[in-house]
């Protein structure tokens, strides 16, 4: 059963709240009473907020303990009328406005509700409205929506309260002003998908229930009606509730469908739900079976279609062509955050490091985003852990670098745990985005160092991070990854080492090293390699064998060599294949005008420890691959 969280100082608004929601709702309340501020022996109407930090970390222990999926469909009631455009989380002026913009920005899997009745980019955040649609008992009229990927813009409204009045102190987020919805009857690929499209810069909502996509054209239209006839402030986007991106199943297959027709039936589908036709960009999930007449349809309705099981969230990301803006507004904000070239000695002009309020939210974040990952037996959790951890990094920006980096190591490690998890995911994932990904995102980091180390410095970060992922592919016996890792950890090992060397030898290190991983990391390679060695040893063999070459260098009289017998390329490219293989310098069919030459002893020495290199790094390879399958 859910939760809703109560937070008022009034005790009979606390109580008879608590009544109404436990005879009449599906919530099991929790009243949270903040205590009241102090004058003397009378205690006054307004709570304590002079000190919203300290009242942040006294109620936080009421969310802590409930488990994550009872907490994603909970709900907070705030005994409180705060217009969103004044919820600032680092106001100078401390107040119950700062306290509930911490709130929110520290539990974003909860729905908040006010006591407004305009303002609010939702009804549902509206106090009057959501209760008149919980108390409903028909669970077909009442959806829970999932909050994780800010569908109601709450979050984005705080930040750009932040981004307008904090500029100079505060990190530069990412913007999400634009609209996504995943549809899906199974909740792992609801959550996935919403992720996918919350992680390229979406809000998202998330569709699971017939009754939510019933409602959600309805509530679409209520909004932009209550938007037109409200105070249009300038922070209220125009393009609030158009969706601009869609993930829809072809089979929609919802609990709550009790026998209604035209929801596998895409056309019809269409044309009963218009809000999901008015998506600009549609991307379909399917397995891959329609009839003849709907292939058409499929066409004509959708741009992408990418079939299940896919190969991981970066690969969905690519195919649904969201990489290249996800990318270029990644950069933009790496871009914004950097350090100032110019020194300042005024500490409100630099951005020196993330401002205390957003330290101690990003905390709190990272805390449960750990603690969940030591719990998480689903996929849906994971994307819940990995959700808090990108939250908490996008608040840090790079302006704490050890935060911001425990946060990106926490998110991809959620991220590997939902992937893994999820049997929505093929076994092999593609991990070259990711890896672009880390190393882009610590050396956005590592600007804050030195300049003389930061390149050093991010190396190191980009190493432990691709460390730790390796060891949590192992954990998931995701044999492919966890060697990509340790391949990727590695070149950048011997990137380090090649750094600390001197600058003569530096060029060969990286030469040698990049020859050494590409062996390792490429089967076809290595074999490649191997035959060129063994054809070029041929071709040397062949060519001492010459009498021209022998009396250039004057051997041929000291070494008394017989020339009657005669050595083609064929005789070469055996000898060398026998001295590869077998390390065997004299057998009996080698021609004697190459026994005892010492040209061809010093080439079998040299080929013998190429040869011997090459050989155990593929025996090597081998083993390990036979050992884990």
């Not at 608590?18 to 022996?41: A, F, M, R, V």
């Not at 390329?569 to 021609?591: C, E, G, H, K």
Request: proline share 4%; with cysteine; aromatic share 12%.
């Amino acid at each position: 059963m859910p939760y809703c969280f109560i937070i008022s100082n009034r005790k009979p608004f606390l109580e008879k709240l608590s009544e109404i929601l436990k005879d009449e709702t599906h919530y099991d309340p929790i009243c949270i009473n903040l205590l009241p501020k102090q004058t003397g022996d009378t205690d006054t109407e307004l709570a304590d907020y002079e000190n919203p930090v300290a009242l942040f970390k006294s109620i936080e222990h009421n969310f802590t303990t409930i488990p994550s999926e009872i907490l994603r469909s909970s709900a907070m009631v705030v005994d409180e009328i705060i217009s969103p455009e004044y919820l600032d989380p680092l106001s100078t002026r401390p107040g119950s406005q700062q306290f509930y913009a911490m709130l929110i920005l520290a539990f974003p899997e909860l729905q908040f509700v006010f006591l407004n009745t305009t303002g609010l980019p939702s009804k549902r955040m509206c106090f009057l409205s959501w209760l008149k649609n919980v108390k409903s008992r028909k669970r077909a009229e009442y959806y829970e929506e999932c909050q994780l990927f800010d569908p109601q813009g709450i979050r984005e409204t705080i930040k750009l309260v932040i981004r307008e009045k904090h500029e100079k102190i505060a990190p530069v987020f990412p913007q999400r002003e634009q609209l996504a919805l995943s549809v899906e009857d199974e909740s792992s690929y609801a959550h996935f998908h919403g992720y996918a499209a919350y992680k390229s810069f979406y809000k998202c909502k998330v569709v699971n229930s017939l009754a939510h996509l019933d409602n959600l054209q309805k509530e679409i239209e209520y909004n932009k009606n209550w938007q037109a006839q409200t105070l249009k402030a300038d922070w209220f986007s125009e393009n609030t509730f158009e969706l601009e991106l869609l993930f829809d199943d072809l089979f929609l297959n919802f609990y709550d469908r009790a026998g209604a027709e035209g929801l596998s039936k895409i056309k019809e589908r269409y044309e009963k739900y218009e809000v999901l036709g008015s998506a600009k960009k549609k991307v379909l999930i399917t397995v891959g079976e329609s009839s003849e007449n709907e292939e058409e349809d499929i066409r004509d309705l959708f741009e992408l279609i990418i079939e299940k099981p896919g190969k991981g969230l970066y690969h969905l990301q690519s195919e649904a062509e969201l990489r290249e803006a996800y990318r270029g507004e990644r950069d933009k904000v790496f871009e914004k955050n950097a350090p100032k070239t110019k020194a300042t000695s005024d500490r409100e002009t630099s951005n020196h490091s993330t401002p205390g309020s957003l330290l101690i939210i990003a905390e709190s974040l990272l805390s449960r985003a750990e603690a969940l990952l030591d719990q998480t037996k689903s996929a849906p959790t994971a994307i819940h852990a990995a959700t808090l951890a990108l939250e908490a990094k996008e608040l840090l920006g790079t302006l704490t670098p050890t935060a911001s980096l425990q946060a990106l190591a926490i998110q991809h490690k959620a991220e590997i745990t939902a992937e893994s998890l999820f049997y929505g995911v093929e076994y092999e994932m593609d991990l070259g985005a990711r890896f672009e990904d880390i190393k882009a995102e610590t050396e956005a980091i590592s600007k804050r160092f030195k300049k003389e180390n930061q390149k050093k410095q991010a190396l190191n970060a980009y190493l432990n991070l691709i460390e730790h992922l390796a060891k949590e592919f192992n954990a998931w016996n995701q044999f492919d990854e966890e060697l990509a890792c340790l391949n990727e950890a590695r070149k950048v090992r011997h990137e380090l080492k090649a750094m600390r060397s001197g600058s003569f030898n530096r060029p060969l290190r990286k030469c040698f090293y990049s020859y050494v991983d590409n062996c390792i990391f490429s089967l076809r390679f290595h074999l490649g390699v191997i035959a060129a060695w063994v054809l070029g040893f041929a071709l040397l063999f062949l060519l001492i064998a010459q009498p021209c070459l022998g009396h250039t260098l004057g051997i041929l009289e000291c070494l008394c060599i017989d020339m009657s017998q005669s050595l083609d390329f064929w005789d070469a490219l055996l000898v060398s294949l026998t001295s590869f293989f077998t390390i065997n310098s004299s057998p009996d069919w080698i021609p004697n005008r190459l026994n005892g030459h010492f040209l061809y002893v010093l080439l079998f020495v040299l080929q013998s420890v190429i040869a011997f290199f090459h050989l155990s790094l593929l025996i090597s390879y081998v083993f390990m691959k036979l050992s884990r399958r």
